[in-house]
């Protein structure tokens, strides 16, 4: 009954979503689809980073400071690193014009603040692609050689850029034994080089920071998916509000997202992550997915509705389990793209995929139904897209993890899932 439910659910979503999905590649995904996607970096090492192959997924291991662990992993991946800056920065697959791009997006890129570890680390990559590439680091659709500055823009296109993406967790009764399970979508506007490199990327600890997995692009030090040692787990959400005027300066999320993995413990996660967020103002709207197995008594998961709205809980609302939404009861959070415990904005894309999530996930674990990892998976089949790029499904408990990758236009499929061994990559094995 399980997997019937879900297949009619996860039929209806896709043609939703293909009926959409025009809308939101646009001329784009034409050009892209005749466009080969580059080779896949091959396996290396070098000091301080090694890169290779787990089952066909890319897993880069990085230690040492922050600039030794850039310049490792500009030396083993800066062909890759340079695909990605082009597709991203030099095409009109984010911009309405490639020209944009210099008259646009370097300018809005100064209002970001990059604090001073995430500095070293991108002069490190940087450093490193020149050593590794010399004369050849250009970027072939902006015609000139790569400069810092790009790599920042690129560092930044988590903000310029809007995605969309759904993430649940379940707990305690509604899973099968009591752990915290997650699930989560990633989706993206298609380019086929993101599917040749998208790779995970794992940081071993260093000065007080904890070890932590992220789910990445080559060059990309933020996080779009991660999780921690201590079985921390976090995504990222766009949502989709009118923009307000830009006033000041602005941390780049998917670093917020990181510095997130790197100081949170499974205890209370609103303590830990509020003020953090709260120091770090957000130039456009973010729902934020924060889960651990926390046995404090507080909840193993919230969302966590952000942006530059200071009138709203100084830009930092807290949704937790059961927040307006009685009917979910306990052991369930879900979050697509829109703010839900502040005023609700109407936006297709999350109004119908947010109540499907929530109704497969509420029927399906009540009763002797429990969820496992193949329920988990059926799951965010039905919420997935055709712009899907990666799903992910862990148990928080023990730091099993499943990672899945889509193709361009095509999302993860049920073989497409690999158990990755991240419990023995953050314990440095």
Known sequence: MFTERIRQHSHLAMLAAALAAPLCAGCYVLKESVVKAPPPMEAGAVEHGRFVRFEGVGVLTLWGNPYERGFAQGRLLAPAIL?????????????????????????????????????????????????????????????????????????????????????????????????????????????????????????????????????????????LTGINQHGVFVSVHDVFLPRRPLEGSYSPRLLVLRRLMESCSATDLAAQATPLLEARRQMFDNAIFLAAPVADGTPPALVFEYNNDYTSDRGVTVRAPGDNEPEMGAGLLVCTNHFRKRRKQPFALADYRYPLLRRVLHTETRGEEKLDFEAARKATGAARLPITSHTVVADLNTLDFWFATGEFLEPPRRRDFVKLPVKGWLAGR
């Not at 370097?106 to 450093?127: A, H, K, S, T």
């Not at 823009?153 to 988590?158: H, R, S």
């Not at 993206?188 to 794992?202: D, E, N, T, Y």
């Open 83 to 223: 695909d990605m800056v082009d597709a991203v920065c030099g095409s009109n697959l984010l911009l309405t014009h490639k020209r944009d791009y210099e008259r646009v997006i370097l300018p809005l890129v100064e209002r970001f603040e990059f604090e001073p570890d995430y500095e070293l680390e991108l002069q490190g990559i940087f450093d490193g692609m020149q050593q590794t590439l010399g004369e050849r680091a250009v970027l072939r659709r902006i015609g000139r050689p790569l400069t810092r500055n790009d790599l920042k823009a690129y560092n930044t296109a988590g903000d310029w850029c809007r995605q969309a993406c759904s993430t649940f967790a379940a707990w305690g009764s509604r899973t099968r034994d009591g752990h915290v399970w997650v699930g989560r979508n990633f989706d993206f506007l298609p380019v086929k080089a993101f599917f040749s490199h998208q790779m995970l990327v794992v940081h071993e600890p260093h000065e007080g920071k904890r070890a932590f997995a992220a789910v990445t692009a080559p060059g990309l030090i933020g996080c």
